[in-house]
């Protein structure tokens, strides 16, 4: 049997990764989130909400965005986790995307991340993309 050890997350910390535009790429952000978690100490129920969640940005932003991602994450005061997926496509995010129709297969996403977010939005950023955040409190 496994037990996972609580350890008491880091003061703050912060790491970054950029990923192609490849469906291999949702896999590597979840690894990637879960690995930076897990090296501050953060809960493994903590862990699990922002890998679901960064995975599903980062599908947003290779299947709308038609882009690659870069994945900035941070843990601020001990307390607070911050995720942000950027991507070049400027469109930003249509209301539909936010409440999709309850037939539709797919675009849940959003709403995924905005019932398990503690914080989320959307900022255009100057060289013409985007990105999406949401913030987890620890």
Partial sequence: MRHEQEVAPA??????????????SAGRARAFVGSFCAGVGLSGDLRRTASLLVSELVTNAIVHGRSGASI?????????LRVSVSDD??????????????SA?????????SLLAARWGVQ??????K???????G
């Fill in 72 to 80: 900035e994450i941070e843990l601020r005061a001990g307390s607070v």
């Fill in 131 to 137: 990105v999406v955040w949401f913030e987890l409190d």
């Fill in 124 to 129: 255009p950023l100057r060289s013409g993309g």
């Fill in 11 to 24: 003061a703050s910390a912060a790491s970054s990764v950029s990923l192609p535009p490849h469906a291999r």
């Fill in 105 to 113: 297969e797919g675009g849940r996403g959003l709403l995924i991340v």
């Fill in 89 to 102: 496509s400027p469109a930003l995010l249509p209301e539909v995307a936010r409440q999709p129709h309850t």
